[in-house]
């Protein structure tokens, strides 16, 4: 599904290369030629990305710090396309909120790699908002205002000459604990030498990839992402001087960040505070589904948000997909003859199966993803920012997960096979200039029935079965 960019350039010329670019990639791009007509165009929709070129009638600086005063604007991604990309130049724009700096012209790989990270971040903070979002409409209190303790930044080389003079100005310009480690002691705490934090994880890696060695190094990001104790640390690269491809590849393998060898503490120290603030935020997410609202909002057998949740939230996820015109999918899941198990090996067995059924559908969705249960053995899944294929490809993917392994039942030797039927609606709201304004989201009422409606032509097919239900044209 395409995301939407806009490109802001006085320059006929590089707007025109550049969505040339960007369509190749599958964007969708829009074009301002100012800045004047730029705000008028967020004031309209809110795009995913905005791209900063060159401008007549204000610095591209200026129209980000105003883009950040902007509601529909303060967390969207802005990347500055700079002619002048100087320490100063760059400081000064991460100062007025640009997400990330590029040169002009830019290396293609680099700069759709860089859009690719940019819109992984951005995805987890707008379901923060959205989850905050959700609580209020339900009319329980905001969260206490919280004391965060310094951050820990583990600093990793294996070349650790010429850190000192670094590390000794990054421990002046922040307030968080900085440690130098090796790749082998921030995957085993143990390891680490008396004095570091023992057995704490870094909230913010710093990556130094050595000229001669950089390929190699760089393998130590899908470790770090594979591992749990280093999956959600934000990670800054800094990556040899003009090597584009390099600092494109470090973005794929699951970097948040990447800055030259030779970036100044000044600059670095802004960029650790960025990344310490996301991580925060994405552990706040993550303590928010684990703990947040229990007795309120969460079914006690599964663990799982009950419909007194979902409902709201369903509501929130249609408002922003109807500001930005993006699908998503609805699906309702039920447990094939559940009452067999029930009649057959109790009640008690019955919750065993529940309780399994919500850890495979948990386990199996993404974190921005929402499952709920809604009924005695009915489920709610939504995906956000999904269109058929990517809905019809987690639906079965569900089955599977639940068909493959059968499920252990309290006081039996032998476990039994259950299997679930899925009805998918997909939901295409449309993007309208009143959108962000209030325009009215789709009901969630009415989506749960449709929903409801391709379950129920999903079990008259022989159950397992998923079955897809598109809006009427």
């Given at each position: 599904?395409?995301?939407?960019?806009?490109?802001v350039?006085?320059?006929?010329?590089?707007?025109?290369?550049l969505?040339?670019?960007l369509?190749?990639?599958?964007?969708e791009?829009?074009?301002?030629?100012?800045?004047?007509e730029?705000?008028?165009?967020?004031?309209?929709?809110?795009?995913?990305?905005?791209?900063?070129?060159?401008l007549?009638?204000?610095?591209p600086?200026d129209?980000?710090?105003?883009?950040?005063?902007?509601?529909?604007?303060?967390?969207?991604?802005?990347?500055?396309m700079?002619?002048?990309?100087?320490?100063?130049?760059r400081?000064?724009?991460?100062e007025?909120?640009a997400?990330?700096?590029?040169?002009?012209?830019?290396?293609?790989?680099?700069?759709?790699?860089r859009l690719?990270?940019?819109?992984r971040g951005h995805?987890t903070?707008?379901?923060?908002?959205?989850?905050?979002?959700?609580?209020?409409?339900?009319?329980?209190?905001?969260?206490?205002?919280?004391f965060?303790?310094p951050?820990?930044?583990?600093?990793?080389?294996e070349?650790?000459?010429?850190?000192?003079?670094r590390?000794?100005?990054?421990?002046?310009?922040?307030?968080?604990?900085?440690?130098?480690?090796?790749?082998?002691?921030?995957f085993?705490?143990?390891?680490?030498?008396?004095?570091?934090?023992?057995?704490?994880?870094?909230?913010?890696?710093?990556?130094?990839?050595?000229?001669?060695k950089?390929?190699?190094?760089?393998?130590?990001?899908?470790?770090l992402r594979?591992?749990a104790?280093t999956?959600?640390?934000?990670?800054?690269v800094?990556a040899p001087?003009?090597?584009?491809?390099?600092?494109?590849?470090?973005?794929d393998?699951?970097?948040?960040?990447v800055?030259?060898a030779d970036?100044?503490?000044?600059?670095?120290?802004?960029?650790?505070?960025?990344l310490?603030a996301r991580?925060?935020?994405?552990?706040?997410?993550?303590?928010t589904?684990?703990?947040?609202?229990?007795?309120?909002?969460t079914?006690?057998?599964?663990?799982l948000?009950?419909?007194?949740?979902a409902l709201p939230?369903?509501t929130?996820?249609?408002?922003?997909?109807?500001?930005?015109?993006?699908?998503?999918?609805?699906?309702?899941?039920?447990?094939?003859h559940f009452?067999?198990?029930?009649?057959?090996?109790?009640?008690?067995?019955?919750?065993?199966?529940?309780?399994?059924?919500?850890?495979?559908?948990?386990?199996?969705?993404r974190?921005?993803?929402?499952?709920?249960?809604?009924?005695?053995?009915?489920?709610?899944v939504?995906l956000?920012?999904?269109?058929?294929h990517?809905?019809n490809?987690?639906?079965?993917?569900?089955c599977a997960a639940v068909?493959?392994a059968?499920?252990?039942?309290?006081?039996?030797?032998?476990p039994?096979?259950?299997?679930?039927s899925?009805?998918?609606?997909i939901?295409?709201?449309?993007?309208?200039?009143?959108?962000?304004?209030?325009?009215?989201?789709?009901?969630?009422?009415?989506?749960?029935?449709d929903?409801?409606?391709?379950?129920?032509?999903?079990?008259?097919?022989?159950?397992?079965?998923v079955?897809?239900?598109r809006?009427?044209?």
């Open positions: 599904m395409a995301r939407q960019i806009l490109l350039d006085a320059v006929a010329t590089n707007r025109i290369v969505k040339v670019k369509a190749a990639a599958f964007y791009v829009e074009q301002a030629v100012s800045a004047a730029a705000l008028e165009q967020v004031r309209r929709k809110t795009p995913s990305v905005i791209l900063i070129g060159g007549g009638d204000a610095s600086v129209l980000c710090r105003r883009l950040r005063s902007l509601a529909a604007t303060a967390h969207c991604p802005i990347v500055l700079a002619s002048e990309n100087s320490a100063d130049a400081i000064a724009a991460l007025a909120g997400s990330s700096i590029l040169d002009q012209p830019c290396c293609d790989t680099l700069l759709l790699a690719r990270a940019l819109l995805e903070e707008m379901e923060l908002r959205m989850r905050d979002g959700t609580h209020r409409a339900l009319g329980l209190s905001e969260p206490a205002a919280r965060d303790l951050a820990r930044i583990g600093i990793i080389a070349e650790r000459r010429g850190l000192a003079g590390l000794r100005d990054l421990r002046g310009l922040l307030p968080h604990r900085l440690d130098l480690m090796s790749p082998r002691e921030v085993h705490p143990l390891n680490r030498p008396p004095g570091g934090p023992a057995g704490a994880t870094p909230d913010v890696l710093v990556i130094a990839l050595d000229a001669g950089a390929d190699a190094e760089m393998q130590i990001l899908p470790d594979a591992r104790a999956r959600y640390a934000g990670v800054l800094l001087e003009n090597a584009g491809p390099l600092a494109a590849a470090v973005l393998l699951g970097a948040d960040d800055a030259p970036t100044s503490p000044a600059e670095i120290a802004l960029r650790v505070e960025r310490v991580k925060r935020m994405a552990d706040r997410l993550r303590s589904v684990r703990e947040g609202l229990r007795a309120a909002v079914d006690p057998l599964t663990g948000f009950n419909r007194r949740y939230h369903i929130r996820i249609s408002e922003r997909a109807t500001r930005l015109g993006r699908p998503f999918a609805v699906m309702v899941a039920d447990l094939d009452k067999k198990v029930n009649d057959n090996f109790g009640h008690a067995a019955g919750d065993a199966v529940l309780s399994e059924l919500a850890r495979r559908l948990r386990d199996n969705l974190a921005v993803d929402l499952v709920a249960r809604i009924g005695g053995e009915e489920f709610l939504v956000p920012d999904a269109a058929d990517r809905a490809r987690t639906a079965h993917r569900l068909s493959d059968p499920f252990a039942i309290p006081g039996q030797e032998a039994i096979r259950i299997t679930i899925i009805g998918v609606m939901a295409r709201p449309q993007a309208t200039p009143g959108a962000a304004a209030g325009a009215a989201p789709l009901r969630p009422e009415a989506l749960l029935r929903a409801d409606a391709a379950l129920y032509k999903a079990k008259a097919h022989g159950r397992n079965q079955e897809l239900r809006p009427a044209a």
